[in-house]
Every structure is written in C-alpha cells, then in structure tokens.
T-cell receptor, first 116, second 115 residues
Framework: QQQVKQSPQSLIVQKGGISIINCAYENTAFDYFPWYQQFPGKGPALLIAIRPDVSEKKEGRFTISFNKSAKQFSLHIMDSQPGDSATYFCAASGGALSGSARQLTFGSGTQLTVLP | GAGVSQSPSNKVTEKGKDVELRCDPISGHTALYWYRQSLGQGLEFLIYFQGNSAPDKSGLPSDRFSAERTGGSVSTLTIQRTQQEDSAVYLC?????????????FGPGTRLTVL
C-alpha cells in the first residue's frame, strides 16, 4: 500500500531531448507528489510538486503529468541539458490531515545522463 | 539563511560500536525527518518529529535505532551495536508544517560505513 514504483532505473538522453520518468503508486490516500533531484554527495532537493486536483504542472523545462485514475505520475524534462544529469526521485505523502502521514515514500530513483 | 546541516559528514565505525548522528534543522521548522539511503536505492523513512507531539517511529528498522529531538530543534539519531547492513547515507530533512504537506529540505547526509 505504501509503495511507489519508479522507472526506468537509468536513462540516457541527448542534449536537447526530452527525458521522461514514470512513477506509479498504490495508496489512494496520497495527496502530495513531489519530484526530487539529487547530485552526488548532496541531499535531494525539491524540483517540482503536484497535488491530485490538477492533471499537469509546469515550471520552466520541468512538467509533472498526473493521472489520478491510473495512479500514475511522470516527470518530463524538456530540452534536457548536461547539467540535468543527476538522480531523480519521485515521492508521495498523505499530506494534509494526518501528521503521521507526512513522511515521504520515495521511488527507487532514476539515474539520468544527458550527453553533450 | 543556513540550510539543514548534518554531522559528521562521514563516519567509519567497527561492527558492534554505537554511533550518533546529528541534525540541525532550518530555524523555525517544526517538523524533522530522518531517512536512510542505501547504495543505489531510494530513501527509506525512519522517524518523524512534529512539534511537541510523540514522534512517529514506524520506520525504525530495529530497536537498535533511536532518535531524540531536544528543544524542538537539534536531533540525534543513535544506532547501537552497529551492523554491516547499517552502512548507508543517513539523511535528515525539516519542513514548516502548516495546514498541509510542505516542502522537505534535506541536509547533505552522513555517510556511515560499518566495517
């Protein structure tokens, strides 16, 4: 019930291409879906987040697409750059009402490499 | 302002020894989390502190793990009688919790190696 499944495990994209990372969840109580970016030796940093009342959120080159009925969400990185090379994690939490549900359940991560 | 800080950045210990990992959250953040990241894996929730409420310890893998948060600020994660499978990066995060989920800010982590 608490699992978040992420794919692919690794992704290689040419500079300027589109990177797409997918996640699926099981727990219908999740209501907050962030994506984190992590560089080697650093802690994860929030990239973009979405709540299930919208189907898409865009911030610059980064877009989250959310499909509530399928319990899936994805990250799209447009015009991918070598500086985007990092590990990306999707996550989910129960959010609003339950204090104990605020912890994030993470996917297993995607190692993105953008070739120059 | 300063972000979440953790110390030490690296810790090498021998099997069976106890270790303490420290986290200084962002000032004013009421919530503090500990996660564990094993090599090549996602982050695994360990424990959550929110204000003066009892902590949520549901993610602690065994009774060798414990954590406390003093004065609503600094937190210490203690691992007793360390085992090789405890080797991982231990990450601390903090957030300001209002009426809903909010961004968790992560520290750089402590890399623990148990020989």
């Amino acid at each position: 019930q608490q699992q978040v499944k992420q794919s692919p495990q690794s992704l290689i994209v040419q500079k300027g291409g589109i990177s797409i990372i997918n996640c699926a969840y099981e727990n219908t109580a999740f209501d907050y879906f962030p994506w984190y970016q992590q560089f080697p030796g650093k802690g994860p940093a929030l990239l973009i987040a979405i709540r299930p009342d919208v189907s898409e959120k865009k911030e610059g080159r980064f877009t989250i697409s959310f499909n509530k009925s399928a319990k899936q969400f994805s990250l799209h990185i447009m015009d991918s750059q070598p500086g985007d090379s990092a590990t990306y994690f999707c996550a989910a939490s129960g959010g609003a009402l339950s204090g104990s549900a605020r912890q994030l359940t993470f996917g297993s991560g995607t190692q993105l490499t953008v070739l120059p | 302002g300063a972000g979440v800080s953790q110390s030490p950045s690296n810790k090498v210990t021998e099997k069976g020894k106890d270790v303490e990992l420290r986290c200084d959250p962002i000032s004013g953040h009421t919530a503090l989390y500990w996660y564990r990241q094993s090599l090549g894996q996602g982050l695994e929730f360990l424990i959550y502190f929110q204000g003066n409420s009892a902590p949520d310890k549901s993610g602690l893998p065994s009774d060798r793990f414990s954590a406390e948060r003093t004065g609503g600020s600094v937190s210490t994660l203690t691992i007793q009688r360390t085992q090789q499978e405890d080797s991982a990066v231990y990450l601390c995060a903090s957030s300001y919790v209002s009426s809903g989920a909010s961004e968790q800010f992560f520290g750089p982590g402590t890399r623990l190696t148990v020989l």
